[in-house]
């Protein structure tokens, strides 16, 4: 394994002033093989260094912001001109406006749009124009799947009021008798149905959104007069320039976005439709960061390229060439590998691998050879992966599976 002395010395610096040494799932040895790299020092198109200067080809896209690739110049661009003339004030900028119009004419489901910072805030967002429209109080979520880590979303912060998450009953993706059975035992107070894109839970194999499930709970939220959400903070325009179950043919009431939007500038978004407008106007919501305009600028050009080079097609095709290169070594090496999920957002694990002990060896072997994957979360495809590094992140696979044990 490549020795890399100056993250060692920052992960021990670290751990005296951070608690754990470092927060959220990419805590190195907590959660994440040693070998892994926890402090990087620069990133280009598909490209990231780590601090001790080893070059990656990047399968994690700062877990989905980079859609485009690092360092995009012509999103820089738009977000330093306007930060040279403003970013944040008493009040917005046109931007806001701009981007509006611009994500309700892209989004079918969308009449309006409000801005905040992160994920969590646009699934709470949701929440709350949810409860608004009836005045009720529950919220349905699939079990394990993850809408943001604040109290409301998060199933792991010791000491929270056993009460906590009473709002939120769960059922199970996919299964459509236990959506009816959570509809049936909340019936008269369902304010909001919350589904993921496809299950993307970290942790276990991927499994994509059935129709049926989909139209089943679109007819639900209808017969409850309940909003349908959809969280597409983690997949958003990665499959579809739409919401992304109109892929399956359904629309939400209420979206939410995040990550990708900007290609890395903060920003997030909640989207809704005309019936949920009235609700929404009688929420107070705000943040102190959320008419920063930069973001905005960098929103609106990371959009119109999005579009323009029709970024859900390209990933098909990429990750289509990645999919099939790793099932032909796998094949020809006899290795249980388990590839899940959409081609754009690969989860890539081994099958009877409880504890990842088969993909932490297997990933540690890509990072030696330049190639950074994640051992148990989705990864995500950029605009800026080509071709060749489709072709030598297949080299790299096939040089490791050949010399580990698996
Ligand atoms: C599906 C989903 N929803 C919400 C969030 C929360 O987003 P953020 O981390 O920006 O608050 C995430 C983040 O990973 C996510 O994947």
């Excluded at 299964?175 to 894109?197: C, F, Y």
């Excluded at 119109?304 to 859900?312: S, V």
């Excluded at 099958?351 to 890509?366: I, Q, R, S, T």
């Amino acid at each position: 394994m490549i020795e890399k002395p100056k993250d060692a010395a920052l992960r021990e610096r670290a751990k005296r002033v951070i608690p754990n040494g470092m927060y959220g799932h990419m805590a190195i040895g907590a959660r994440m093989p040693q070998n892994y790299p926890q402090f990087f020092s620069r990133a280009d198109g598909a490209r990231l260094w780590d601090v001790d200067g080893n070059e990656y080809i990047d399968y994690i896209c700062s877990f989905g912001p980079m859609i485009l690739g690092y360092n995009d110049a012509r999103v820089n661009q738009s977000a330093a001109s306007q930060r040279e003339r403003l970013d944040i004030a008493n009040g917005p900028t046109e931007a806001v406006v701009l981007l509006a119009e611009q994500m309700v004419s892209m989004v079918s489901h969308a009449d309006w749009a409000i801005f905040s910072k992160n994920g969590n805030d646009a699934t709470t967002t949701c929440v709350m124009a949810a409860r608004a429209y009836r005045g009720k109080s529950k919220v349905l979520v699939a079990d394990g799947a993850y809408h943001g880590a604040q109290p409301w979303a998060n199933r792991r912060a010791p000491g929270a009021p056993s009460t906590e998450h009473d709002a939120f009953p769960t059922y199970q993706y996919n299964d459509v008798t236990s959506l009816e059975e959570a509809v049936r035992q909340n019936a008269g107070d369902i304010g909001g149905i919350m589904v993921s894109p496809f299950r993307h839970d970290a942790g276990f194999p991927q499994e994509d959104v059935n129709a049926d499930f989909a139209r089943a709970a679109r007819r639900l939220a209808d017969e409850n007069d309940a909003a349908l959400i959809l969280d597409d903070v983690r997949a958003g325009f990665r499959l579809s320039l739409d919401a992304s179950w109109s892929r399956v043919g359904v629309q939400p009431d209420l979206s939410a976005w995040g990550k990708a939007l900007a290609n890395g500038e903060p920003i997030a978004a909640t989207l809704g439709s005309a019936k949920f407008r009235d609700a929404m106007e009688h929420v107070f919501i705000t943040g102190s960061f959320w008419y920063q305009a930069a973001p905005m600028a960098a929103a609106r050009t990371t959009l119109t390229i999005l579009e323009q080079e029709n970024c859900p097609a390209y990933l098909l095709k990429i990750g289509n060439r990645l999919r099939d290169g790793m099932d032909e070594i796998a094949r020809r090496r006899q290795v249980p590998l388990s590839q899940t999920g959409p081609v754009a957002m690969p989860a890539v694990m081994f099958e009877e691998d409880p504890k990842f002990e088969m993909g932490y060896a297997f990933c540690n072997g890509l990072l030696d050879r330049g190639v950074y994957f994640h051992p148990w979360h989705n990864m995500f495809l950029s605009m800026a992966h080509t071709e060749a590094d489709i072709d030598k992140t297949l080299e790299a696979v096939d040089e490791t599976l050949r010399t580990i044990s698996i």
